[in-house]
């Protein structure tokens, strides 16, 4: 399995795209597909034709994923977006940030 850097749960800063600036929290990763969904981002509107599901069809917002290449981690204890590298506490690696040195409890 791919290990990344972000992980669920992870507040994170979206550097480019239509979303670019803009934070949110991360609600799930997309492995296979090397993205992520962020919470109230990236969505767009889609039209659905009437079906069995949604019988009057129309519009629903679609919380689309984003790549997880231009998604940078909001370290909690510095609140920045900031490079997080990886810490080998010898029984297992844990994410700390380049900025503050904050070591995040999530082990990847
Ligand atoms: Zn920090």
């Given at each position: 399995?791919?290990?990344f850097k972000i992980k669920k749960g992870d507040t994170v800063l979206v550097g480019t795209g239509k979303e670019r600036g803009?934070?949110?929290?991360?609600?799930t990763?997309?492995?296979k597909s090397d993205r992520a969904i962020v919470e109230g981002l990236n969505i767009y509107k889609k039209h659905a034709k009437p079906s069995k599901k949604y019988p009057q069809g129309g519009i629903m917002d679609v919380n689309s994923p984003i790549k997880i290449d231009n998604l940078t981690?909001?370290?909690?204890?510095c609140?920045?977006?900031s490079r997080?590298?990886?810490?080998?506490t010898g029984r297992e690696k844990r994410r700390v940030c380049v900025k503050c040195g904050e070591v995040s409890?999530?082990?990847?």
């Open positions: 399995m791919k290990k803009k934070t949110g929290k991360v609600v990763i997309l492995t981690v909001i370290c909690p204890g609140k920045k977006a997080i590298k990886m810490k080998n409890d999530a082990t990847l």
